[in-house]
Structure formats: structure tokens, C-alpha cells
């Protein structure tokens, strides 16, 4: 059997084991093994690499900013900042057929500029504003999908942590990818909106409405995000103005959040505990994924697939638009079995190559960009496409009075708004590169 049929060959072993609930990280790492073993048959090069990628997996500076944003995630849920920007927006949303859950999706966005996990901003924001969706008289489907699309923005608004891993894949400026994200994870929240708005007129039984409160109560519970407000400041200000990388910045906001939760009572050293516990085991399982595909793209590399595909694609003469609407369309599939971490390890090696290799009439930086942005986005559908998508099953586990087939015919409507934001960021790149520019 040649390298490249052995290549080939490892994707479907792969799926088969994620299939059989093997966890993606060991798959990626049993698979790479195996491969780099049926290739070189030496396992003294296996034993080496265990040696270096363990260490430069572990020890990378640029990683390290993973586990701080994580935990900046778990201090800002103790400091009640999901609480109270939910209850800002809901104070000047609440009264507006719809409002509640509009105001559901605001408070998902702020709480993803300082979370940077998709997972982490639904499962806050579902034990925050569930029961208030409830007590406003909102279907369970609604609330459900609603707090599911919402929860995507924890990925799409900077910090991401996903991002974070595309750059130390593709060697991308982090601060720029964090920069262009922000009108594409704007115009999410919009969306979002937009489909509540058109969702409640056209299913009016399935929201209510609260009653309007004056504006000095609006006004006293905006007062009250001051501490998000001050966070993302000073953690995406000093980045952009050079004050700190994007490491650093991680630690002022982690430090910051910490401090701040503990002022507001919410932070004692039990819970400090679990935070750090639970800041530990995420990471722990988000390294053991990138050390698995690190052995995976490893054995890839030996068998020179990547190149030979990236090579055969360009021979074929097909358009860079047509591969790219390929290569998307690829991760809308993926995203329905598996999560987006793991669809970012184990695709962007192959497919960034292909990109490169192809001419959209921008440099090279801003393809990168421009492409981690769109591949951003798409994962971020999967997370809430049905029947596999991670953030409902996140909320249905919440909310388990809700049949998941209202869940499924509420949140394809969201679905849709993010398809056509896709294909509105495809047609104009200016959209997404104009801050970068």
C-alpha cells in the first residue's frame, strides 16, 4: 500500500472510531501512531516525536493563553456578569414582542467577548435566562434554540479560543484574526435578533412580553455591566494598542474578572477551587486534541497527501470560488458529528494548503484571515445544526421539558440567517477585512 493510499485510508479509520465514541484526541493520536509506524517502520521516530510534540505541545506560549481565557469564562460566571447583562437587556428589550429573547442574545454576545467558548456561553446563559424565557411566557423550543444559536457568539466575538488554535495553526496574527471578527460576530447577533423578530409573527403564540419599565430602571441596570464593559477594554484595547500580546492581555482580563467577582461576593475559595478544577480539566482535554492531531498531521505530512491533494486540485483548473464553496460545505457536514475544535485540527492542515494555493486576489495574510473568519462561522452552524449539534444538546440537557423536535424546527430558522451571513461574507471579503485594512 502506497503513503498516499495509507493516507487516505486513515480518515475513515478515524470516523469509525469517533463513531464508536472513542474520544477525539485518542483517535486522532491512536491513528497517527499507527500510520507513522506503517510508514517509517521504525519506532524509534514514533518515540521521538512523543518526546517533542509532548513538550512543544504543553510548554507553547502561544497555547498558554488557552487555559487563562478559559478561566476568565468560569470567574466571570461567579462575578454574576452573566446575570447582569442578561438583565440590562431584558430591561430595555423585555417589553417588545420577542424582547426577552432578543435581550438573551445580546447578553450571549457580551459574555462571549470575555468567555471565548461556545459551550461555556450557552450552558451560563441557559442558567440565567432560561427561566426568565419561561416566566415570559416563551416556548420551550424557542428558548432552547435561541440559547443554542446565542451560545455560538461565544466563538464568533473575541476572545475565541478556536482562534486561537487556527492561528498557531496557519502562524496568523492573533490580534488580527481577533479584529475581524468583530463585525462578523456583530452582524451574528443581529441575525439573531432578526430571526426572533420574523420567528414571534409568525409563531405569536410562542413568546410573550414584559411589561415596560422607565427609563431610570433601564438606565440602573445598564449601570451595572460596567465590570464586562471594563474587562473587554482593557483586554482587547491593550492588545490593539500594543500595551500587551494577546497572552498577556488574557491575564489582565483573568486577573481582572477575578478580582471583580471576588468584590461581588461571588468568588470565595470553594468555588475559586472549582473554577481552577474545571479551568484544568477543559484545558486537558482541549490539549490532548491538539496533541492527537499533532501526531495525526504528523503522519499526514510523511505520507505527503496534503500537498499531493492541494496539487491535483490546482492541475484540475477548478475556480478558487468553487473550491472554497466546496471546502465549506465540507464543514457544515463535519459539523453535525463533530465539534469544532476537533473539525479545526484535523482539516485546516490539509485545506489551508489548498487555499494557498489558490488566487482570491488578496495577499496571503488576508486570505488567512479571511478564511479562519468564514471557517469560523461555518463551524459555528454545526454547533447548532441538527442532528448532532453540541450547544442543543448542551441546553436540551438543561431543559430536558422541551421535546427536541420543537428545538429542531425553532433553530433552523437560525440556521438559515447563518447560512445567508456565509454566503454575504463570501460574495464581499471587505466585510470581514475592512477593520483589519
Same mark, same amino acid.
Given at each position: 500500500?502506497?503513503?498516499?493510499? /495509507?493516507? /487516505?485510508?486513515a480518515?475513515?479509520?478515524?470516523l469509525?472510531?469517533?463513531?464508536?465514541?472513542?474520544?477525539?484526541?485518542?483517535?486522532?493520536?491512536?491513528?497517527?501512531?499507527?500510520?507513522?509506524?506503517?510508514?517509517t %517502520?521504525?519506532?524509534n521516530?514514533?518515540?521521538?516525536?512523543?518526546? &517533542?510534540?509532548? !513538550?512543544?505541545?504543553?510548554?507553547?506560549?502561544?497555547?498558554?493563553i #488557552?487555559p487563562?481565557?478559559?478561566?476568565?469564562?468560569?470567574l466571570?460566571?461567579?462575578?454574576?456578569?452573566?446575570?447582569?447583562?442578561?438583565k440590562?437587556?431584558?430591561?430595555?428589550?423585555g417589553?417588545?414582542?420577542?424582547? +426577552?429573547?432578543?435581550?438573551?442574545?445580546?447578553?450571549?454576545?457580551g459574555f462571549?467577548?470575555i468567555?471565548?467558548s461556545?459551550v461555556?456561553?450557552?450552558?451560563?446563559?441557559?442558567?440565567?435566562?432560561?427561566p426568565?424565557?419561561r416566566r415570559?411566557?416563551?416556548?420551550g423550543g424557542?428558548?432552547v434554540a &435561541?440559547l443554542a444559536?446565542?451560545?455560538t457568539?461565544?466563538?464568533?466575538?473575541?476572545?475565541?479560543? #478556536?482562534?486561537?488554535?487556527?492561528? +498557531?495553526?496557519?502562524? +496568523?496574527?492573533?490580534?488580527?484574526?481577533f479584529l475581524a471578527?468583530?463585525?462578523?460576530?456583530i =452582524?451574528?447577533?443581529?441575525g439573531?435578533?432578526?430571526?426572533?423578530?420574523?420567528?414571534?409573527?409568525?409563531h405569536?403564540?410562542?413568546?410573550?412580553?414584559l411589561?415596560?419599565?422607565?427609563y431610570?430602571?433601564?438606565?440602573?441596570?445598564?449601570?451595572k455591566?460596567w465590570? #464586562?464593559?471594563?474587562? $473587554?477594554v *482593557?483586554?482587547?484595547?491593550?492588545?490593539? &494598542?500594543?500595551?500587551?500580546?494577546p497572552?498577556?492581555?488574557a491575564?489582565?482580563?483573568?486577573?481582572?474578572?477575578?478580582?471583580?467577582?471576588?468584590?461581588?461576593?461571588?468568588?470565595?475559595?470553594?468555588?475559586?477551587?472549582?473554577a481552577?478544577?474545571a479551568?484544568?480539566? %477543559?484545558? *486537558?482535554?482541549?490539549?490532548?486534541i491538539?496533541?492527537?492531531?499533532? $501526531? !495525526?498531521?504528523a $503522519?499526514?505530512?510523511? &505520507?505527503?497527501?496534503?500537498?499531493?491533494?492541494?496539487?491535483?486540485?490546482v492541475g484540475?483548473?477548478f %475556480?478558487p470560488?468553487?473550491?472554497?464553496v466546496?471546502?465549506?460545505?465540507?464543514? =457544515?457536514? /463535519?459539523?453535525?458529528?463533530m465539534?469544532s475544535?476537533?473539525?479545526?485540527?484535523?482539516?485546516?492542515?490539509?485545506?489551508?494548503?489548498?487555499?494557498l494555493?489558490l488566487?482570491?486576489g488578496?495577499?496571503?495574510? /488576508?486570505?488567512a484571515?479571511w478564511?479562519?473568519?468564514l471557517?469560523l462561522?461555518?463551524?459555528? #452552524?454545526?454547533?447548532?445544526?441538527?442532528p448532532v449539534g453540541?450547544?442543543?444538546?448542551?441546553?436540551?440537557?438543561i431543559?430536558?421539558?422541551?421535546p427536541?423536535r420543537?428545538?429542531y424546527?425553532a433553530?433552523?430558522? $437560525?440556521?438559515?440567517?447563518?447560512?445567508?451571513?456565509?454566503?454575504l461574507?463570501?460574495?464581499?471579503?471587505?466585510? +470581514?477585512l475592512?477593520?483589519?485594512?
Open positions: 500500500m502506497s503513503n498516499l493510499e /495509507l493516507g /487516505l485510508l480518515f475513515p479509520c478515524l469509525a472510531m469517533i463513531f464508536l465514541r472513542a474520544p477525539i484526541g485518542l483517535a486522532m493520536l491512536l491513528v497517527g501512531v499507527a500510520g507513522m509506524w506503517a510508514v %517502520g521504525s519506532p521516530i514514533i518515540l521521538s516525536k512523543f518526546k &517533542t510534540e509532548t !513538550f512543544s505541545t504543553f510548554a507553547s506560549h502561544s497555547l498558554s #488557552v487563562i481565557f478559559l478561566l476568565m469564562g468560569h466571570a460566571g461567579l462575578g454574576g456578569m452573566s446575570q447582569a447583562l442578561f440590562a437587556a431584558e430591561a430595555w428589550l417589553h417588545r414582542k420577542g424582547g +426577552t429573547a432578543m435581550a438573551a442574545v445580546g447578553a450571549c454576545a462571549g467577548s468567555c471565548g461556545s461555556a456561553t450557552a450552558a451560563t446563559m441557559a442558567q440565567v435566562a432560561l426568565e424565557l415570559a411566557g416563551y416556548s424557542l428558548s &435561541t444559536a446565542g451560545g457568539l461565544g466563538i464568533l466575538i473575541p476572545p475565541s479560543v #478556536v482562534l486561537v488554535i487556527y492561528a +498557531t495553526l496557519t502562524e +496568523t496574527n492573533i490580534a488580527k484574526l471578527a468583530f463585525v462578523p460576530g =452582524l451574528a447577533a443581529l439573531y435578533m432578526l430571526v426572533i423578530a420574523l420567528y414571534v409573527r409568525i405569536p403564540d410562542s413568546a410573550g412580553s411589561p415596560r419599565l422607565p431610570r430602571a433601564r438606565f440602573a441596570a445598564l449601570r455591566v465590570p #464586562v464593559a471594563l474587562i $473587554f *482593557a483586554v482587547v484595547g491593550g492588545i490593539y &494598542t500594543g500595551i500587551f500580546n497572552t498577556e492581555g491575564s489582565v482580563g483573568a486577573l481582572g474578572t477575578g478580582l471583580i467577582a471576588w468584590t461581588a461576593g461571588g468568588l470565595d475559595w470553594p468555588r475559586l477551587k472549582a481552577l478544577l479551568t484544568a480539566s %477543559g484545558t *486537558a482535554m482541549i490539549f490532548l491538539v496533541l492527537g492531531a499533532g $501526531f !495525526f498531521n $503522519f499526514l505530512a510523511l &505520507t505527503q497527501m496534503p500537498q499531493i491533494v492541494s496539487q491535483w486540485i484540475q483548473g %475556480g470560488w468553487f473550491v472554497l466546496c471546502i465549506l460545505l465540507i464543514y =457544515l457536514l /463535519l459539523g453535525c458529528i465539534d475544535l476537533s473539525m479545526i485540527l484535523l482539516t485546516i492542515p490539509i485545506f489551508f494548503p489548498v487555499m494555493a488566487d482570491f488578496m495577499s496571503p495574510d /488576508l486570505m484571515i478564511f479562519g473568519i471557517v462561522i461555518v463551524v459555528e #452552524v454545526g454547533m447548532i445544526t441538527p453540541m450547544n442543543l444538546f448542551v441546553i436540551h440537557a431543559d430536558r421539558s422541551t427536541m420543537d428545538t424546527r433553530v433552523m430558522y $437560525f440556521v438559515l440567517t447563518d447560512l445567508a451571513r456565509v454566503v461574507l463570501v460574495a464581499f471579503p471587505a466585510i +470581514t475592512f477593520l483589519v485594512r
